[in-house]
């Protein structure tokens, strides 16, 4: 049995009943229109008359949504779809006999399940969701076959409602809304229910920092259209009963039945007024109503002098009056309306209450109503449900956000935020219990495409993407990469896997750090090679970007190119590269370095090509998208752009006489080598067993060329080269050649390297340790070579041991209770975390809890510095604590936590919180004692949430050198 879609079937037409929901009938229309895209054949939409039964005809589409259709008795009988009666979003897609051949047929379950059935066509066809929001052109096909095995019987959604909040949306979308359709009207937001209904989505906050949803469609046609296509509509957090922040300013005042204070104790007959006639107008429509009172745009309601109970009171006072109106207005059954709490911001405080003070979350008064919980308004969860909590009557919400407006510093201009984080955290609320509402603040929608998609559908099918599939974020990104890109480039290939790695190594650049919180001074210019890299990496990444640019030119593809990956990765590229630039122009600028000048220009141009950027999406598809790239982005000084400055330049002047100057190449001690201030460089590279080469960098800083030599007094001592003419900048390799080395194991030798010009020499001391296969060899400086003695020692070093967590040499399971790898994951590109994610294990070694043991080697004995790094994730217990425990060495058992007390999650007044969102890491330091040999450290799972990324060892008393990302990392994990 084949269904032909296409121009063996030219006489194709999709047919629905009269009596069914015009909503259904307008997303039909739309479906045709996808299969006119793709095939070029004009696919009718019919709709019959009142009261006539058709016989199925075969070449037909027929759409029905049981209990509102004439025609869905008849099609739930011919494809057997009685199996979807009752339930939630579902529906049956299959194809059936009928006289003279084929027919498809659809049959819904509800309004939403047609239309997901209806737009299962288009996907069929390879039409994305984002064929008009990010105008991906399907692959053109003459015709699309549909088999016998066709058939397809969805299951409900895993989340009830999931949805985008537009939020933050000025100056972008907010820009881009109003030149290209007047405003916030009902034409653009057709595009946008559309997109979320492609998306199998169902819900939406819509935008609100200057607009009003039910007032600017023009008027109520907003609400209205949204109900029809079968978007359920709702307002943020701080917009109860259906009326939107900004209606108070154009309704409040003394003559008005609304009076004028924004306060239910001043204003309780005009609040009361005011939200009536908001159930009024919108509450017969599909909502979920949004309970309770906060303060206007977003602020406290009561003040300063308000006890804990105060609010809680008051809160339950406002929700008591706003059910009695729900009641009045809408349903007198409150089980029939949808209705949630946020619990945000300062609201947490009183659902949680204290130990004197009950908060809401022991009050029946928020029975039936969901409370709609959020994390830290940077991706980590916060408070999740306990065991306790998680038969709340309502169920619980999570609101997540890809876009921030506020403190630390606000995100609000590409993505930022990986799939595996996202995954890992709505993972764990899912596991908590928050099935009923997912909101995704999108900010301006674009061009947050990508973690929108993902999003959306780990919402809708977390069987399949969910806990259960570890490797779900990369999964997801090579579908959904093969989805928009599917069309070949003028080359003729189709490069979804060059598309891939860009768009992977892009979320990453930017999870690393956000491009807001970007800086000259966030990667060290020199220590760890950490600039290098960046620099290396995001030249690579840009090529390879704008490359595809250019084979992508003149194609069907090229402006989706250009908008889900071409400008997202090239401008991310070159803000990361500019600002490393700018770091490295100051260092190098400080010390007279002439190659100051060519990151100076380097900075130049990113700056101007930043524009460039800005400008070439705003013309793409026309200039459909003109104004939407209008975010600041650069160097915020502060949570906003206020006091932003753009990147200095730094100019040098060549000195007047020749000068060489010489600098370890991943460390900030530079000398000149003259006679008066002559430094004697050291490094400590190769007092790790496993390293052997040092490298060097030699610089003209003067007005002529140099002759150089290089010698050694060792001759296990070789060299890139031994003499040459020093005209610009040279990096000159020391190599170590272990295999002449006669030192014993956990013994050091030293050589001493001199670079000698006609006016200058350098010394650089190279201690040496012995050669050693230990596994996880901790380095140490002997006592012999520390700072004080002659030579200069900044004090600090690079030494240490890295340990990835993932790299454990023995683990314990007990039970379904397990350490589980994460990669690629976090700023260090693996991970480890417990399972099962809610759990919680006794804080104690004989403890039958999941823990991991790594095997490590010290070449003496002491006390050792052991640095742990974790995801920067939140308590989500209530208990205020993230902990671990750890057995090290000679050390007893002793449980450790990430966060300090005191610690409060999503609270710009807490440092320590602000500092882990802004450097993507918590950091924790423990002194233990090791025996000289080998020593194990095991590590044991206490509290949920904890995501373990890496282990530094150093010998205690030693000072680690600055950096951002540290010793051992490089880009491709």
Not at 333 to 351: C, S, T
Not at 773 to 791: L, S
Request: with cysteine; net charge negative.
């Amino acid at each position: 049995m084949e269904f032909i879609i296409g121009q063996n079937n030219p006489e194709l037409k999709l047919i629905l009943a009269s009596d069914e929901w015009p909503g259904v009938i307008r997303i039909a229309k739309k479906v045709a229109g996808d299969i006119e895209l793709v095939t070029g054949t004009a696919a009718k939409t019919e709709v019959m008359q009142p009261g006539v039964t058709p016989d199925l005809k075969a070449g037909c589409i027929y759409a029905a949504t049981l209990g509102h259709s004439s025609i869905a008795d008849l099609l739930m009988h011919k494809a057997e779809a009685s199996c979807i009666t009752g339930k939630r979003e579902c529906y049956v897609f299959d194809t059936v006999d009928v006289d003279g051949g084929t027919a498809l047929v659809i049959t819904g379950s509800d309004k939403r399940g047609t239309i997901y059935g209806l737009f299962r066509i288009s996907e069929l066809l390879g039409v994305s969701p984002w064929v008009w929001f990010a105008d991906v052109v399907p692959e053109k096909k003459d015709n699309v076959i549909l088999s016998e095995d066709t058939r397809f019987v969805s299951k409900e959604p895993s989340v009830e409602y999931r949805g985008i909040f537009i939020n933050d949306e000025w100056p972008s979308f907010g820009n881009w809304t109003f030149e290209h359709f007047g405003g916030f009207t009902s034409e653009m937001y057709e595009h946008v229910f559309e997109l979320i209904l492609r998306l199998k989505g169902n819900y939406l906050w819509p935008a609100m920092w200057t607009s009003n949803f039910s007032l600017d469609g023009p008027g109520f046609s907003n609400a209205e259209l949204a109900d029809e296509m079968g978007i359920v509509m709702s307002n943020s957090h701080h917009e109860p009963c259906l009326r939107h922040s900004e209606e108070w300013d154009l309704v409040k005042g003394d003559d008005t039945p609304y009076g004028k204070d924004w306060n239910f104790d001043k204003n309780r007959e005009g609040l009361t007024n005011y939200w009536r006639d908001g159930l009024i107008r919108n509450g017969k429509l599909e909502n979920i109503i949004t309970m309770g009172m906060r303060g206007e745009r977003d602020s406290e309601i009561m003040g300063a002098e308000a006890t804990l109970k105060d609010n809680i009171d008051y809160i339950k006072e406002v929700v008591e009056v706003q059910n009695s109106l729900i009641r009045e207005t809408v349903d007198p059954d409150l089980g029939k309306v949808p209705r949630m709490i946020a619990i945000y911001k300062e609201v947490e405080k009183y659902y949680y209450g204290d130990a004197d003070n009950p908060g809401l979350k022991e009050w029946d008064g928020l029975d039936g109503i969901t409370c709609m919980l959020c994390e830290d308004n940077h991706g980590n969860m916060r408070g999740l449900p306990t065991d306790d909590d998680r038969d709340h009557d309502g169920g619980f919400g999570m609101y997540y956000h890809f876009d921030y407006h506020g403190g630390p510093v606000s995100y609000e201009w590409i993505n930022s935020t990986s799939l595996k984080k996202t995954w890992e955290q709505m993972c764990e609320a899912y596991e908590a219990g928050v099935r009923k509402i997912w909101i995704v603040n999108t900010g301006d929608l674009k061009p947050q495409e990508l973690p929108i998609s993902f999003f959306m559908d780990l919402a809708y099918d977390y069987d399949k993407w969910g806990i259960s599939n570890i490797s779900s974020a990369d999964d997801y990104l090579k579908i959904w990469t093969q989805e928009q890109f599917s069309c070949p480039g003028s080359d003729g290939q189709v490069h979804t896997g060059e598309i891939r790695k860009l768009l992977d190594d892009y979320m990453y650049l930017n999870l690393i750090r956000k491009p807001e919180t970007l800086r000259a001074d966030t990667y060290h210019p020199f220590n760890y090679g950490e600039s290098k890299e960046i620099l290396k990496t995001t030249r690579r990444m840009y090529e390879q970007a704008d490359s595809l640019s250019r084979i992508y030119e003149g194609t069907l593809i090229h402006d989706a190119y250009e908008e889900l990956v071409g400008f997202p990765v090239k401008a991310a590229a070159n803000l990361h590269f500019m600002q490393t630039c700018a770091g490295r122009n100051m260092a190098l600028a400080r010390v007279g370095c002439l190659s100051a000048n060519i990151y100076a220009g380097y900075i130049d141009e990113c700056f101007k090509r930043d524009a460039e950027l800005t400008d070439m999406y705003h013309s793409l598809a026309d200039g459909k998208w003109s104004g939407m790239m209008s975010s600041e982005h650069m160097s915020f000084m502060n949570w906003n752009e206020e006091e932003s400055l753009y990147p200095l330049r730094t100019y040098v002047y060549p000195y007047r006489k020749p000068r060489m100057i010489v600098h370890l190449t991943n460390a900030d001690i530079f000398t000149t080598g003259e006679d008066w201030t002559r430094k004697t460089l050291v490094s400590t590279d190769c007092l790790d067993p496993k390293a052997d080469t040092v490298s060097v960098t030699m610089e003209n800083g003067g007005s002529s060329d140099l002759e150089w030599s290089v010698t050694s007094d060792r001759e296990w001592i070789a060299f890139s080269a031994e003499k040459g003419t020093l005209k610009g900048v040279f990096e000159l390799e020391i190599k170590v050649n272990r295999s002449a080395l006669d030192i014993p194991e956990g013994n050091a030798d030293i050589a001493t390297v001199t670079i000698s010009t006609e006016v200058s020499h350098v010394d650089v001391m190279i201690p040496v340790i012995g050669n050693s296969t230990r596994k996880n060899y901790i380095p140490v400086i002997p006592d012999k070579y520390v700072q004080g003695r002659d030579y200069r020692y900044p004090g600090y070093d690079q030494l240490c041991l890295v340990i990835d967590a993932d790299a454990y040499d023995e683990e314990h399971v007990t039970g379904d209770a397990k350490y589980v790898i994460l990669s690629p994951f976090g700023k260090y590109g693996s991970a480890i975390k417990a399972y099962p994610v809610t759990a919680h294990f006794e804080a104690r070694e004989d403890a039958d809890s999941p823990h991991v043991t790594y095997n490590v080697y010290a070449p003496e004995e002491g006390d050792y510095e052991l640095t742990f790094i974790t995801a920067p994730s939140n308590p989500i217990d209530g208990s205020g604590r993230l902990r671990f425990g750890i057995k090290a060495g000679e050390s007893p058992y002793m449980t450790v936590s990430m966060v300090d007390e005191g610690y409060m999650g999503g609270e710009n007044s807490c440092a320590q919180w602000c500092r882990a969102v802004l450097d993507q890491e918590h950091r924790k330091n423990v002194t233990v004692r090791l025996h000289k040999g080998e020593n194990f450290i095991t590590v044991h799972a206490v509290d949920p949430g904890l995501v373990l990324e890496r282990i530094l060892i150093r010998k205690s008393g030693t000072k680690p050198a600055p950096g951002y990302m540290g010793p051992g990392w490089r880009f491709d994990r």
